[in-house]
């Protein structure tokens, strides 16, 4: 069974960057099965899809982040991660680290979810 | 940019059918996936692939897709089921989510 864990700060200033990564263990982080995604979900609001990364590094992001939000991989310490530069209020969220299963390309697995306020 | 569109919410009785649509530009030639989620848990998908079910899903939830709207339907709605549903496709590699629908049971 793959498990998610977020981690970083619950707390980041406007125009500072938000960093975050998510470890995953139970297996499959290198085979291909799945690509690894960031979604997060504001107060009140619904869930925003925010990017992706396969296992080979190419990425792919929301039009409304790709100019601020940046995602690497780490196969040899089973985690992935979100940069996201220059955030605002708008980006006080649940940030939740996400498996999407191939070939089916659906949500099989997600981590708890952290919170992050951004506010000086 | 993509957009899908439910209704902000539901009310159903329990043993009731509940019904939650989602609607989008020819939706129905893609695949669409159906997400709940409870408060202060993470999103869990109970259809995808427009009508397939995971392993451990009730068989009383089901989904259909054509044309442009994509349904989600719980027969015999329990209040275990209380929750907010979101749809889910792709365009283009992108993922898109629709607002959400909140479904109170009573």
């Known amino acids: 069974q793959v498990r998610l864990q977020e981690s970083g700060p619950g707390l980041v200033k406007p125009s500072e960057t938000l960093s975050l990564t998510c470890s995953v263990s139970?297996?499959?982080?290198?085979?291909?099965?799945?690509?690894y995604n960031w979604v997060r979900r504001p107060a009140g609001k619904g869930l925003e899809w925010i990017g992706r990364?396969?296992?080979?590094?190419?990425?792919l992001y929301h039009p409304s982040v790709q100019r601020r939000a940046t995602m690497s991989i780490d196969t040899s310490k089973n985690q992935f991660s979100l940069r996201l530069t220059s955030v605002t209020a708008a980006d006080t969220a649940v940030y939740f680290c996400?498996?999407?299963?191939?070939?089916?390309?659906?949500?099989?697995?997600w981590g708890p979810g952290i919170p992050v306020t951004v506010s000086s | 940019s993509y957009d899908l569109t439910q209704p902000p919410s539901v009310s159903v009785s329990p043993g009731h059918t509940a019904t939650i649509t989602c609607s989008g530009d020819?939706?129905?030639?893609?695949?669409v996936s159906w997400l709940q989620q409870k408060p202060g848990r993470s999103p869990v998908v109970v259809i995808y692939h427009d009508s397939k079910r995971p392993s451990g899903i009730p068989e009383r939830f089901s989904g259909s897709n054509s044309g442009n709207t994509a349904t989600l339907t719980i027969t015999g709605t329990q209040t275990l089921d209380e929750a907010d549903y979101f749809c889910q496709a792709w365009d283009v590699s992108t993922g898109v989510f629709g607002g959400g629908t909140k479904l109170t049971v009573l």
């Open positions: 996400a498996t999407v299963r191939l070939p089916e390309d659906y949500f099989d697995n």
């Open positions: 139970g297996g499959g982080f290198t085979s291909g099965e799945s690509y």
């Open positions: 990364i396969y296992s080979g590094g190419s990425t």
């Open positions: 020819a939706l129905g030639e893609t695949y």
